[in-house]
């Protein structure tokens, strides 16, 4: 029987437990599921490309038919790529719907084959986005329970580069104190 391959597109900057929610659930109803990330130099992510792929590679690993890849250029053309016949997207809330649907529709005159499926991530997660997490972490907010732990401690380090040092500085004080 044919292998229904789907990718999960996004900008993942960064990652959040809404979009792990809706991968979890991609993966229980596609034979494969690639995460694309998107390089796009024309906007300035916070995270760079290698550092969300990091991240997301290590919070899916889990799931044994998720892979993560990035791309740049037409979604479309990527999907092609990698012989993928659905896009995933997730809706959140009814403000969603309007982009998502102009980008369907567009998607599918690009490439009418190519099918994009809808789907929402638990209600827990229906006012969570990656801009609203940037937000609050470059403001000093808590982001408890929005992101996975390895996030909120990228998004620690990215904030305030000396907690990095702080952490490697932590072992070597309590060696020092056993001896
Ligand atoms: O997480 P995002 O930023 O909402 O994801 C948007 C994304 C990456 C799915 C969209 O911007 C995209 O597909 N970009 C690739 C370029 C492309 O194909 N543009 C035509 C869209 S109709």
């Not at 044919?2 to 960064?14: C, E, L, N, Q, R």
């Not at 596609?30 to 906007?43: G, H």
Request: glycine share 6%.
């Amino acid at each position: 029987m044919k292998k229904v391959i789907a990718i999960y597109p996004g900008s993942f900057d960064p990652l959040t437990n809404g979009h792990l929610d809706l991968i979890e659930r991609g993966s229980k109803i596609f034979d494969e599921l690639v995460v694309a990330i998107l390089r796009n130099p024309e906007k300035q992510a916070l995270f760079s490309l290698a550092e969300r792929k990091e991240m997301m590679t290590a919070m899916t690993e889990r799931w044994e038919n998720v892979s993560v890849d990035t791309f740049d250029g037409l979604m479309v053309d990527y999907a092609v790529s990698v012989n993928a016949s659905a896009v995933l997207r997730g809706i959140r809330a009814i403000s969603d719907y309007e982009y998502e649907l102009q980008m369907a529709l567009m998607n599918r005159k690009l490439a009418p084959n190519l099918e994009t499926v809808f789907m929402m991530p638990a209600e827990a997660y229906s006012y969570l986005s990656s801009r609203l997490v940037r937000e609050i972490a470059q403001l000093g907010g808590s982001i408890n329970g929005l992101v996975p732990d390895l996030v909120q401690q990228r998004l620690r380090e990215k904030m305030d580069p000396a907690h990095k040092f702080e952490n490697l500085e932590a072992p070597r004080k309590s060696r020092g104190k056993k001896r």
